[in-house]
């Protein structure tokens, strides 16, 4: 691959998590360099989606050090998280299901939309406007995905690939600098999962994007990410390159279970 | 085979976001205004003006300003009534206690006040949802019920809180007459109700409808719940404390703070639900529905009774009305639950087709 991994964007450094008396994560310490592909992996319940959540503010860590940015995160709301630049999409389809596929899009956009709702109302210049420049964006972004013929078509009546597809849309109208994907691929068919796979890698390939990844379909991951890391009970087993994690003791026993 | 789309190129997305894109919409929006502000004060008589169009009409915006809290914003609410009082009593301490301020000046400020107090009470939405919260504003209900009846300085000291709107003049024009009220009262309504589409098809209706449909998502894209929920239910009041303000000054005249009841709070409920949650057409449907059908049934009923000759009294015929009221509602409702403004939508969608089902 000919592209560029830059510096460490995110550092994350002993984070632990609990849940009352239970702990979803415990002393985990990885880093995310700009523009790579970071994969996080692990048995169902190994604290995967508790870490995306911590990334983007809607879970606080009790222990551990998080650096976006060089700069030390403060106690944030997860709205604070896509003003920086983070989006994600959600393990279960988390679109908004009583609109348009353009309307849900455009919600992508909505911290960078100005206008107050006196100026919508009376449709004044700036609102009109802006409507306009986003519109144009957004469609940039249902080109890219190559979902121009739902665009007006309520997302609750798409099969679900395509629902993942807009998702992803959504995420990517805010034009972000890091993109937290959970289980992109989870119930595809082929066909899908490698029209998501090409679409994460030109995201990544042509915007830059930073990727922090969650994903079960081995195959995928280690053919897409650059770096993989892998959880297990809360606790980080492994990381590193694909072909080192794939090779580690630690995850094999974890995924395949010991022999007694 | 009319309503068509075909040859009708958008070239921007200008074009492709106006009000109405299909052409036909706009001529058939042009012939509603028409037929509104021209033909029907020309025709109509003094009961139809004061008896049907003028309170089908304020109800309209009393349900629109419900839609926009509960149909686009998801937060239920059992206080829509309280708030049509607030405007109606603010509207009334204005006129009263401000020398010489123009109503329409007055009108606006019981709008603000009713969004003041819409405010206050939709804090609880910050915490609790749905039915929980529809019982939470029950509090606006009674409260504010209450509020206006013990306190004498509300009403001017009146007995029992009854309060006689003043004369409307604007410019030096006295609007008296049943029609020039609803002239004033459809201006209105029609420049609101524009204002609220404008709301809901631009980002401050997106982040309402996002809230609506899944709050966390919402957050994590950046919308921060707590405005956006607060000034849904601060547009909401303001339209339901205009139409409150109209209730008093344009239609009856004189209220009390009980006809503000309950009973009004779930009819305006009502309106909604039978027209179409989250449809500003459908508030207008849904307030038609429940507000002219009955005075139909009132007159079609006796006269049809009277066709067949069967001998019914009086008392069966309102008892059949509502009986049939009622199984109306259920028709509709197991029909298309989504309301009339979605049956009218279908409709549309089968004729661009027609004649092929696809």
Redesign the interface.
């Known amino acids: 691959m000919s592209k560029k991994i830059g510096d460490v964007i995110l550092d994350l450094q002993n984070i632990s998590l609990r849940f009352g008396g239970v702990k979803a994560l415990t002393d985990i310490s990885f880093d995310v360099r700009e523009h790579e592909i970071r994969a996080i992996i692990g048995p169902n319940g190994a604290g995967k989606s508790s870490m995306l959540n911590v990334i983007?503010g809607?879970y606080h860590p009790q222990e551990g050090v998080i650096i976006f940015r060089g700069r030390e995160r403060k106690k944030m709301?997860?709205?604070h998280?896509?003003?920086q630049g983070i989006?994600?999409t959600?393990q279960n389809i988390?679109?908004?299901?009583?609109?348009s596929v353009l309307?849900n899009i455009?919600?992508?956009r909505?911290?960078r939309?100005k206008?107050s709702?006196v100026e919508?109302?009376?449709?004044l210049g700036r609102?009109r406007r802006?409507?306009?420049e986003h519109?144009?964006k957004v469609?940039e972004v249902i080109d890219f995905l190559e979902i121009q013929h739902i665009r007006r078509t309520p997302v609750g009546r798409l099969p679900y690939g395509l629902q993942k597809r807009v998702e992803l849309g959504?995420a990517l109208a805010?034009e972000p600098s890091m993109l937290l994907l959970d289980e992109p691929m989870a119930g595809m068919n082929v066909e899908e999962k490698q029209d998501m796979c090409r679409f994460i890698l030109d995201v990544n390939d042509q915007f830059g994007t930073t990727i922090v990844l969650i994903e079960h379909d081995m195959g995928v991951v280690m053919d897409i990410s650059d770096r993989v890391v892998v959880l297990d009970y809360g606790k980080k087993i492994g990381d590193g390159l694909p072909d080192d994690v794939k090779n580690n003791p630690d995850v094999i026993t974890a995924y395949l279970g010991v022999s007694h | 085979m009319i309503y068509r789309e075909a040859g009708q190129f958008k070239t921007s997305y200008a074009a492709d976001q106006q009000l109405f894109p299909i052409r036909q919409d706009r001529i058939g929006v042009l012939i509603v205004l028409a037929v509104a502000f021209l033909a029907i004060p020309a025709v109509a008589s003094e009961y139809w003006f004061s008896a049907i169009l003028i309170p089908f009409l304020i109800f309209s915006l009393a349900a629109l300003g419900l839609n926009i809290l509960t149909g686009y914003a998801g937060q239920l609410s059992l206080g829509s009534a309280a708030f049509m009082a607030v405007g109606a009593y603010a509207a009334y301490n204005f006129q009263l206690r401000i020398e010489g301020i123009p109503i329409l000046v007055s009108f606006a400020c019981a709008g603000l006040t009713a969004a003041g107090v819409g405010i206050l009470f939709g804090l609880p939405s910050l915490w609790i949802k749905g039915f929980y919260l529809a019982v939470a504003t029950l509090a606006a209900q009674f409260f504010i019920v209450w509020c206006l009846t013990k306190f004498p300085w509300f009403s001017n000291h009146s007995s029992s809180g009854v309060i006689s709107a003043q004369k409307i003049v604007i410019f030096g024009h006295e609007f008296a007459s049943p029609r020039e009220k609803y002239l004033l009262v459809l201006t209105l309504v029609a420049v609101m109700a524009l204002a609220a589409k404008n709301m809901v098809r631009s980002s401050t209706g997106r982040a309402w409808m996002a809230v609506r449909d899944m709050d966390v998502a919402a957050e994590v894209i950046g919308i921060r719940l707590m405005p956006t929920k607060l000034l849904a239910f601060a547009v909401s009041s303001f339209y339901c404390g205009v139409a409150g303000a109209l209730y008093a000054f344009c239609y009856l005249g004189s209220v009390e703070p009980d006809g503000f009841s309950l009973d009004m709070s779930f009819r305006i409920l009502f309106m909604i639900i039978i027209g179409g949650a989250g449809s500003i057409l459908g508030s207008f449907l849904g307030a038609a529905f429940i507000l002219l059908l009955p005075i139909f049934l009132d007159i079609a009923l006796p006269r049809m009774a009277g066709l067949l000759g069967l001998p019914f009294s009086n008392a069966t015929v309102s008892h059949i009305q509502i009986l049939l009221f009622g199984t109306l509602i259920m028709f509709f409702l197991i029909v298309e639950p989504h309301g009339l403004a979605r049956l009218w939508q279908i409709g549309k969608e089968k004729l661009r087709l027609w004649p092929f089902p696809h």
């Open positions: 983007n809607v709301e997860p709205h998280a896509a003003t989006a994600r959600f988390a679109l908004f299901k009583g609109m309307d455009m919600t992508g909505i911290t939309m206008a709702f919508h109302a009376l449709w609102a802006e409507e306009l519109r144009k469609e959504r805010a």
